[in-house]
């Protein structure tokens, strides 16, 4: 166990329980921050106690639940021969939500079961060796329940693991959960999420959406583990693997605490890690993610349905969580209609994902983020370390992925007062890439004490204030390419690039006010 002082609180102390200490220093010259390294965070790593949130934001201190002394063991013999367990294990919930909580124990061994409904004071607790398989039958999720899909309301499969208007859940244990095989029926009668926007009635409550996947009709793809509606969520410790879409996506949540999971979802094209979408109050700690898609998420609802509902997604603290492949480390977005803010992550490490920190949304999709702060992130990574992604693909969005300029509406998202500092980047495609909108460029973003290597430098489309100041940054190019930015500011920048000339390429008759200070070599035209 070693004791490290928190650098945003001095004076304050915390235990931060690691195997090793933390050897791995980024340079004197640019920072005094202590840096994690792989082996040093996620699920393995795992305290037993949560130790105090601190954040540059007033967030309450999450505690775990606590639950009765009541329990009951879920028996072999309770369950015929060729049957799913379902109704065995929801006959325990629902027993032990009325006599007033406590636990349900799925013990070693494999269990087959459809859609599982947590009641409100109810652990449902994995023991080591237990496995929940969930079929991939559509009629193993009916009757529909309410739910949100992609960030669009409507009633449908639910999850795998499901709760609505609940209170003090829980998931826990060492034990597995595992979806189904690729060729079952949910997935051939999935919605389709790259056009979902035109199978939506949006003219109709979203109680009268019905996708129940009658007569092979399309059906929203079950997350994992979704909770709706609900307070105090604790998910802990679990495993799960080939998930048919999302994994753990708590909605419409407050006081959520998801610590020492471990996600695989490699191949799955929309295999999330998790998705936090319109919560209040969330802890992320611990967590080990391998992912078809990004790995740690932040979201807040999709264009016309997401604005209607208008519930933003904040106070957030991601800290010690190690995202390994994914499309990107953490990514907010791009679902934002209802707005991300208060979002702190710090002590996490990328290894081998795609981007590292990834701001997403689209121009109709509304909303945005803003107030995001990181800091102590290492990254080692396959494409862009810092990546604001706000036009997207014309396959998706046609015209609007343009970087035509067009007239702002309440669709028009923004990205706004991004803080990110104390970085190590081993390797990557870009260090810094923007796509910003041109009538609502990136703004106010602020990158300090980094040290970083990556084959490209920088690139920046529509960007209205960048500070990055005190920075180490190698490449194997020496290009700065600006299009439309204006008050970009570089200090105290050391370049390490092949020829000894950094070489800045501007246009765009919106760009000003781009200023180079006490960089070395100088930057030329």
């Not at 640019?30 to 106690?49: H, N, Y």
Request: charged share 25%.
């Amino acid at each position: 166990m070693k004791e490290i002082l928190h650098p945003l609180h001095a004076g304050k102390r915390f235990l931060l329980c690691v195997a090793l200490c933390l050897p791995a220093l980024l340079s004197q010259a640019q920072t005094e921050a202590r840096i994690p390294t792989a082996d040093q965070v996620g699920a393995a790593q795992m305290p037993d106690t949560i130790a105090p949130i601190y954040a540059p934001f007033d967030m309450p201190q999450l505690t775990k639940p606590v639950f009765p002394d009541y329990s009951i063991t879920i028996k072999k013999k309770s369950v015929k021969k060729g049957q799913l367990a379902t109704t065995a294990i929801q006959t325990a919930i629902d027993e032990v939500c009325k006599r007033g909580g406590g636990t349900v124990i799925i013990p070693e061994g494999v269990w087959n079961t459809g859609r599982i409904i947590l009641k409100s004071n109810v652990n449902l607790h994995l023991d080591e060796g237990a496995e929940l398989h969930f079929s991939g039958d559509v009629k193993d999720y009916l009757p529909v329940v309410f739910t949100r899909s992609a960030g669009i309301e409507g009633m449908s499969l639910g999850s795998f693991i499901y709760a609505n208007g609940q209170e003090n859940i829980a998931v826990t244990g060492r034990g597995r959960m595992i979806g189904p095989e690729r060729d079952c029926q949910i997935l051939k009668q999935n919605i389709g999420y790259g056009d979902f926007d035109k199978y939506i009635a949006y003219d109709k409550p979203a109680t009268e959406r019905i996708y129940d996947g009658h007569d092979g009709t399309s059906v929203f793809l079950p997350t994992f583990i979704g909770p709706i509606n609900c307070k105090n969520v604790y998910i802990e410790g679990v495993t799960l693997e080939r998930s048919v879409f999302w994994n753990i996506v708590p909605v419409y949540c407050e006081n959520v605490i998801i610590r020492g999971v471990t996600v695989n979802s490699v191949g799955i094209p929309t295999g999330d890690g998790m998705d936090i979408e319109s919560c209040k109050n969330v802890l992320i700690e611990y967590n080990t993610l391998s992912t078809g898609d990004d790995c740690f998420t932040i979201k807040s609802g999709r264009g016309i349905d997401g604005m209607r509902v208008n519930r933003p997604t904040e106070n957030i603290v991601l800290r010690y969580n190690l995202a390994k492949i994914g499309h990107g480390g953490i990514t907010c977005g791009s679902e934002t209609a209802g707005m991300i803010r208060d979002v702190y992550a710090h002590d996490c490490v990328f290894q081998g994902t795609d981007v590292g920190l990834r701001f997403k949304t689209r121009r109709p999709r509304g909303g945005g983020g803003e107030d995001l702060y990181y800091e102590r992130i290492r990254m080692n990574l396959e494409a862009s370390a810092i990546h604001f992604d706000m036009l997207g693909s014309s396959t998706y969005v046609g015209s609007q992925a343009t970087r035509k300029m067009q007239k702002p509406d309440e669709f028009t998202p923004v990205y706004r007062n991004v803080h990110i500092k104390d970085v190590i980047i081993e390797n990557a495609s870009y260090f810094l890439k923007v796509a910003g909108i041109p009538e609502s460029p990136a703004r106010n973003v602020e990158i300090s004490n980094v040290e970083s290597n990556s084959k490209n430098l920088i690139l920046i489309n529509d960007m209205n204030g960048l500070k990055l100041k005190n920075a180490v940054l190698q490449s194997a190019d020496n290009k700065i390419q600006i299009s439309d930015g204006r008050n970009l500011h570089f200090e105290d920048i050391r370049f390490r690039v092949n020829g000894g000339k950094v070489l800045k390429h501007v246009d765009g008759e919106l760009s000003e006010n781009i200023y180079f200070k006490n960089c070395k070599p100088s930057v030329q035209e």
